[in-house]
């Protein structure tokens, strides 16, 4: 099992910036990878960055390239997610995800991000 903890979220205006954070705890020696995901009033959860653990490689949903930058510390089995440049349609409740070699998937309990225009 692996639990995950969430940090950070907040209200910001548009423009600004805020970061989130994921504490891993438990199995994490299995980790593949960690990533965030994000679920909007009304809309599907989606897909918005990931780090490949071993690698360090990382991905990013189309809307958010440029603005956010995912980062992992190994050592303290934590990732971080930077937002800059935010904009109204970034609001939503963000959910930190963990893969593991099981593989199985794991969830953070959400944390909300609101930004105002």
């Known amino acids: 099992q692996v639990q995950l903890v969430e940090s950070g979220g907040g209200l910001v205006q548009a423009g600004g910036s805020l970061r989130l954070s994921c504490a891993a705890s438990?199995?994490?020696?299995?980790?593949?990878?960690m990533g965030w995901f994000r679920q909007a009033p009304g809309k599907e959860r989606e897909f918005v960055a990931r780090i490949y653990w071993s690698s360090g490689i990382t991905n990013y949903a189309d809307s958010v390239k440029g603005r956010f930058t995912i980062s992992r510390d190994n050592a303290r089995n934590t990732v971080h997610l930077q937002m800059s440049s935010l904009k109204p349609e970034d609001t939503a409740v963000y959910y930190c995800?963990?893969?593991?070699?099981?593989?199985?998937?794991?969830w953070g309990q959400g944390t909300q991000v609101t930004v105002s225009s």
């Open positions: 995800n963990a893969v593991t070699y099981g593989p199985d998937n794991y």
């Open positions: 438990g199995r994490t020696f299995s980790m593949y990878s």
